[in-house]
């Protein structure tokens, strides 16, 4: 988490990488602005599969947010977990635990009326 210091600017979490992942996330990038400045987002599976990892090596206190971050990217998105590009992401990211919570979360998610984005 970088917290910049005085300037009244949110907090902003980061998550080294070496330059094989860094080049798949930024392969397709989102674009936005944020404070006037241009950004680059990764990907919707790629931004999933990030807060997944946060969740699986990440600080315990803050599992909470990190789970909550990835259910709203689910439900917000109408992600279909049950498409194959998302059963790889949860598969290589997501531990039991986190399947449970997330399949009593978004029971709808695993089913075939999401739209799969």
């Excluded at 988490?1 to 949110?10: A, E, H, K, Q, R």
């Excluded at 006037?36 to 969740?55: D, E, G, R, W």
């Excluded at 206190?61 to 998105?77: A, P, S, Y």
Aim: aromatic content about 6%; charged content about 20%; proline content about 8%.
């Amino acid at each position: 988490m970088y917290n910049p210091i005085g300037s009244g600017l949110p907090p902003v979490d980061l998550m080294l990488v070496d330059a094989g992942t860094f080049s798949k996330l930024f392969a397709a990038p989102h674009s936005g602005v944020l404070e006037n400045q241009p950004i680059s987002v990764p990907a919707l599976p790629h931004l999933i599969a990030l807060k997944l990892h946060a969740l699986r090596h990440g600080h315990a206190e803050r599992q909470f947010r990190d789970l909550g971050d990835v259910v709203e990217l689910i439900r917000v998105n109408q992600v279909n977990l049950a498409s194959p590009e998302y059963q790889e992401i949860l598969d290589k990211y997501a531990d039991d635990t986190t399947r449970r919570k997330l399949a009593e979360a978004l029971p709808e998610a695993f089913g075939s009326e999401s739209s799969g984005v």
